[in-house]
């Protein structure tokens, strides 16, 4: 693997040989016992109350998960263990200017930013254990090309499971002091596995069953990723680097962390865990939002002429004719952000500095002026600022990455970084089966008519 000299982030662990398991294992009694402290002092205060309201709403604003790898701030966005995209930027170590995702896992794991020697041991032992056995191999290669690459990912994963050291050590009755030793175990077969899943999925369904799916061992993860796809240039390697890191962990609530954390819950081990979390970001209202922005932008660019120079005033025009006619203006407002998202500002700025003359990054950027003002002055849009899937597909599409049905192959492959650095925690901290209490209907209008 090609790299630069690190910062010195780590003086203390710069010469360090200690692998991310051998650390794992000095910090995890550390934090049982932290973990044990907060509970002992605060386990009785209350964290919020439940409206009805919410209750119906899907729990919104619900506070009542633990997740340790990332918080979202509605103003700063999100943090990955206490760290914004943009110090990750800096502080993570890269191949050429953009952090490489060995090491946020490595920081997701362990709270801790690694040096380059570890990242370059973790990005070995991933290459290691990147082969996937030849039945899974077969098996994939026999599904239908017009199969979703989504449920090709859900097909490989619950096939590799076969596998499973966490499932055999369950079976042989292991202590469950050691549940997150076999927990971990998988994660890194997984995540060391995804390269070749994701590309065997994309040359599967678009090149023809086309076999660029070979692992170089001298390439970074994220590198493999983009080369195993067919593209050789280190700038769509890059990209993928950058593009890994952003979407990798967005905090416990959402669709598919808090899917792989219920299910694991069950002590599914994590290949069922991660596939019944990708089958629900597979969902339109969770990991397709980009795919449709890219879709609308095309759609919006062809039905109001707008140029390659784009004129602002007919694009305020453009934007106020979208809102008459019932529809929305797609990639902007956010669940929990309320401020631009930086990992919007994050893909912007790679494009400013990689495909500036893009057509339709020209559109994206020129929407930044002038969506949001529309949208405030609408009046009904609690947040009128981008998100991260307004800009996602466009980066994609200009390397020539044009299967959008794909774009949730590659979101899911990033979320597995976060999802599950979170599962061999719960498994470290012993957390227990997840099982909220339910009412019906009848029970909530009879139990507030005798208030």
Request: negative net charge.
């Amino acid at each position: 693997m090609r790299m630069v000299t690190p910062d010195p982030l780590s003086g203390a662990r710069a010469a360090s040989t200690l692998t991310l398991k051998d650390r794992l294992t000095q910090i995890i009694p550390q934090e049982q016992e932290r973990i044990m402290k907060i509970k002992k002092e605060h386990g009785s205060k209350i964290l919020g109350e439940v409206t009805v309201d919410q209750a119906y709403g899907g729990a919104r604003d619900v506070n009542c998960l633990i997740s340790e790898t990332s918080l979202l701030d509605p103003m700063e966005g999100i943090r990955l263990r206490g760290h914004t995209i943009f110090e990750l930027q800096e502080k993570l170590p890269k191949v050429n200017e953009e952090p490489l995702p060995e090491g946020l896992f490595w920081l997701l794991v362990t709270g801790e930013i690694p040096t380059m020697a570890e990242v370059k041991q973790l990005s070995d032992e991933w290459a290691a254990r990147s082969e996937a056995p030849k039945w899974v191999e077969d098996l994939m290669h026999n599904l239908p090309k017009d199969l979703h690459p989504m449920s090709q990912l859900s097909i490989a994963m619950t096939a590799l499971q076969k596998d499973s050291k966490f499932q055999k050590a369950y079976a042989s009755g292991v202590n469950k002091k050691e549940y997150w030793n076999y927990c971990f175990e998988d994660s890194m077969d997984l995540i060391a596995k995804l390269p070749w899943v994701c590309s065997t999925i994309y040359n599967h369904s678009y090149k023809g069953g086309s076999n660029h799916t070979v692992y170089d061992k001298n390439v970074d993860w994220a590198g493999n990723i983009a080369q195993m796809m067919g593209y050789k240039e280190e700038a769509f390697k890059e990209c993928m680097r950058m593009y890994m890191v952003i979407h990798s962990d967005h905090e416990g609530g959402n669709v598919s962390a808090h899917t792989t954390h219920l299910v694991g819950s069950a002590l599914a081990d994590p290949y069922l865990s991660y596939a019944a979390g990708m089958n629900g970001l597979a969902g339109p209202l969770h990991g397709l939002a980009n795919q449709e922005v890219l879709r609308w932008l095309k759609e919006f660019k062809s039905q109001y002429k707008i140029g390659d120079s784009v004129d602002p005033a007919q694009l305020e025009e453009a934007c106020w004719a979208t809102l008459k006619a019932g529809k929305v203006i797609p990639g902007f407002g956010h669940a929990v952000l309320r401020k631009t998202d930086p990992r919007y500002i994050c893909l912007r700025n790679f494009a400013q500095k990689h495909m500036p003359e893009d057509p339709l990054f020209k559109l994206v950027s020129a929407l930044y002026d002038v969506a949001p003002g529309v949208l405030a002055q609408k009046g009904t849009v609690k947040n009128p600022w981008p998100n991260v899937d307004s800009h996602s597909g466009v980066v994609l599409q200009h390397y020539g990455l044009s299967e959008e049905n794909f774009y949730t192959v590659l979101f899911g492959v990033s979320r597995a970084l976060g999802v599950l650095s979170s599962l061999i925690w719960d498994r470290a901290l012993g957390l227990p089966i997840e099982r909220p209490k339910s009412f019906t209907s009848e029970w909530i209008d009879n139990h507030f008519k005798n208030k």
